[in-house]
Nanobody, 123 residues
Framework: QVQLVESGGGLVQAGGSLRLSCAASGRTFSIDAMGWFRQAPGKEREFVAAVSWSIGSTYYADSVKGRFTISRDNAKNTGYLQMNSLKPEDTAAYYC????????????????WGQGTQVTVSS
């Protein structure tokens, strides 16, 4: 089991930045990948970015590529999502997720989810 707790959400003006954190506990030594997803009201949850827990390779959705950066600090068992040049359409609840099984970062399947943190971008 892995427990995940997100933090860092808030209200920011368009063009601003936020950094989300995802603190992991439990079987952190078995984590293979961590991903970030988001869900806006009335829309389906969508993939944002993923990072390989061991080697740090990354994968991004086209909508955030060049603006968002995903990273992890293994020593702190924490993942991060640095969000720059935010747009109103980035407004959503952001969730981190993790999995213990090995697979391509393009695979959006995850087993453990956090409760989410709200990001609101005003125009």
């Amino acid at each position: 089991q892995v427990q995940l707790v997100e933090s860092g959400g808030g209200l920011v003006q368009a063009g601003g930045s936020l950094r989300l954190s995802c603190a992991a506990s439990g079987r952190t030594f078995s984590i293979d990948a961590m991903g970030w997803f988001r869900q806006a009201p009335g829309k389906e949850r969508e993939f944002v970015a993923a990072v390989s827990w061991s080697i740090g390779s990354t994968y991004y959705a086209d909508s955030v590529k060049g603006r968002f950066t995903i990273s992890r600090d293994n020593a702190k068992n924490t993942g991060y999502l640095q969000m720059n040049s935010l747009k109103p359409e980035d407004t959503a609840a952001y969730y981190c997720a993790s999995r213990l099984w090995s697979g391509s970062l393009r695979n959006a399947g995850y087993d453990y989810w956090g409760q989410g943190t709200q990001v609101t971008v005003s125009s």
